[in-house]
C-alpha cells in the first residue's frame, strides 16, 4: 500500500536531453532527473524481459536479499539466499516474495547482454564494467539507503512498473540515518511512515518519481533512495565516479575503513551492536527534530 504524507515533489521528465543540457541543468546542480527515451535505441527496449532472462540466463545462480531487518548474522551485503535465475523468475511471475536480486552483475556470466545497450551519451564517462541489475516483485521494496561508493547513477527500469522515493544528502540529518551505516532505520516504511513515531521525516525534503519500461533516472552523488516494485519487474544501474575530491574520499572510507569497522564490530558484539546503532539513531533523530521545531 502506498500512503505517503512525505514532503515529496515529482522529479523533473524530459523525452530526451543533450549531454550540454544534462550537465548544466542537473549535474553540476546535482539535481535527478527521469529520461524518457534514453533506451528506445537499445536492443534491450525490445528484448529485455523476465522472460527473456530466464531463457537467457536460467542456469546463473543469483544472489537474493530480503526486507529482514539487518543483523549481526550476516555480513554487509551478505545475500539471505541463492537460486537459479530460472526459478527465480517463476516465482515473482506466480507469488508473492520479497526475495529481491540487489547489485548483480550478470553481464559477466551472460557476456551477449553486454551487446544489447551502449553506454549514454550524457557527458559523463560510465563505468562499463559495472552495469549492476536489480529485480523485485510486484510490492517488494529496497529500504532507504544511499551508495557506499557515492556515484553518479543512471537507474534505468525494464517491465512494470517501479515507484523511486529519493532525497538529497542535505536531507540526511532528516532520515534517521543509523551510524557507520548507510541506511535509516529499517523500520520506517517510506510508503506509509509513521509520522508520530518519526516525526523528523516531515522536515526532509525529497522527490518521487514513478518509472516504466526503458525509462531511466538521475540519481546525484549520495541521493538516498528507496524503490518499490509496483509489479514484478527489474532494472539496470550504470554508474559513474565521484567528480569531486570530498565524495570520492567518504567512498574511499566507506568501502575500506567503515565496512570493514562494521563487520568487526558485529562478529564483536552481535545484535547488541545493531541494537545500539538503531536506538542511538532514533535518539539523535529526535533530539534533532526538536530542536528544529523549537526555530521554527
Request: proline share 6%; charged share 25%; hydrophobic share 35%.
Amino acid at each position: 500500500m502506498i500512503n505517503s504524507r512525505l514532503n515529496l515533489e515529482p522529479v523533473d521528465r524530459v523525452k530526451t536531453i543533450s549531454p550540454e543540457d544534462f550537465l548544466e541543468k542537473y549535474v553540476k546542480p546535482q539535481k535527478p532527473v527521469v529520461i524518457e527515451q534514453l533506451t528506445h535505441e537499445w536492443p534491450a527496449y525490445e528484448q529485455w524481459s523476465l522472460s527473456y532472462f530466464k531463457e537467457i540466463a536460467g542456469e546463473v545462480e543469483v544472489p537474493l536479499y530480503d526486507n529482514r531487518h539487518v543483523s549481526a548474522k550476516n555480513k554487509v551485503n551478505q545475500p539471505h539466499a541463492k537460486m537459479k535465475m530460472k526459478d527465480y523468475v517463476d516465482l515473482l511471475k506466480t507469488k508473492s516474495t520479497n526475495y529481491r536480486i540487489f547489485l548483480f552483475n550478470l553481464m559477466n556470466e551472460v557476456p551477449e547482454l553486454q551487446k544489447h545497450y551502449t553506454m549514454p551519451n550524457l557527458g559523463l564517462k560510465f563505468l562499463k564494467k559495472l552495469p549492476f541489475l536489480f529485480f523485485g516483485a510486484e510490492n517488494s521494496t529496497v529500504f532507504m539507503h544511499y551508495d557506499i561508493d557515492f556515484s553518479n547513477i543512471l537507474h534505468f527500469h525494464f517491465e512494470g512498473k517501479k515507484r523511486c522515493i529519493i532525497y538529497p544528502p542535505s536531507e540526511t540529518k532528516f532520515l534517521y540515518k543509523v551510524p557507520n551505516a548507510l541506511i535509516s532505520l529499517n523500520e520506517i516504511n517510506f510508503n506509509d511512515p509513521d509520522l508520530e513515531k518519526f516525526p523528523a521525516l516531515t522536515l526532509a525534503k525529497g522527490y518521487e518519481a514513478y518509472l516504466e519500461h526503458g525509462e531511466a533516472l538521475y540519481m546525484p552523488e549520495g541521493y538516498w533512495h528507496s524503490m518499490t516494485y509496483l509489479t514484478p519487474g527489474f532494472s539496470m544501474s550504470l554508474r559513474t565516479l565521484p567528480r569531486g575530491a570530498k565524495n570520492l574520499s567518504k567512498a574511499i572510507y566507506n568501502l575500506t575503513i567503515m565496512r570493514s569497522f562494521e563487520n568487526i564490530m558485529r562478529k564483536l558484539k552481535g545484535d547488541d551492536w545493531i541494537n545500539y546503532k538503531n536506538k542511538l539513531a532514533y535518539r539523535q533523530q529526535q533530539k534533532r527534530f526538536q530542536k528544529e521545531s523549537h526555530r521554527k
